[in-house]
């Protein structure tokens, strides 16, 4: 059975090509080191001059640990931003305001997933947004609540996210993401 799937897949090698390297989530290539080892392009977010970059960490407390490093290294910021959370580090469980609210409740922290399809925030990052228990969910997002209808501090869906992106400063010379009719692939990193 081997011996014809080790032919199956060189067949198939040779009609398709070589594969694709792999790609970011904005769907660039990423760099291919010499060593065969993979190297993440760096981490951009158009308008956001220092950002926390996540794209490393495997759990959720690797995420705590890294946000609260760069808290520490970067004091005069008045929000934290971050970007390449996975929902998967969090295994069956939800990502929760609880976590960066014992990294800062007086600072906002507002985290967007890989994907940019969601924002993971502290209590704080809810409350400078205007997002509370009576918040409805945006058209096409969701405001994640726990069982008493409390945020939890996790937003999905693009008209979600946006509720949080508006609280994020933007470097002067930037335009405002949601004045961009399209979005360049290589800046949302």
């Excluded at 495997?58 to 490093?69: G, N």
């Excluded at 959370?85 to 609880?98: I, N, S, Y």
Aim: hydrophobic share 40%.
């Amino acid at each position: 059975m081997k011996p014809v799937w080790l032919i199956c897949a060189a067949a198939l090698l040779v009609a398709c090509g070589r594969p694709e390297p792999p790609a970011d989530e904005g769907g660039d290539p990423v760099a291919e080191l010499p060593s065969g080892q993979l190297q993440e392009r760096p981490l951009v977010l158009p308008g956001v001059e220092r950002a926390v970059d996540l794209r490393a960490g495997r759990s959720p407390e690797d995420y705590v640990r890294a946000v609260a490093d760069f808290m520490r290294d970067n004091p005069d910021l008045q929000v934290i931003v971050g970007k390449g959370w996975d929902a998967a580090a969090f295994g069956t469980a939800r990502p929760h305001k609880a976590l960066l609210d014992q990294v800062s409740d007086f600072v906002p922290i507002v985290l967007i997933s890989r994907d940019h399809m969601s924002i993971w925030t502290n209590s704080e990052g809810l409350a400078a947004a205007g997002i509370n228990s009576d918040t409805p969910n945006p058209e096409g997002g969701v405001i994640e609540k726990d069982e008493n209808g409390l945020a939890i501090g996790v937003l999905r869906g693009r008209s979600a996210v946006a509720l949080l992106e508006k609280i994020i400063p933007r470097s002067s010379d930037a335009q405002p993401e949601s004045n961009n009719t399209q979005r360049n692939p290589a800046d949302t990193q």
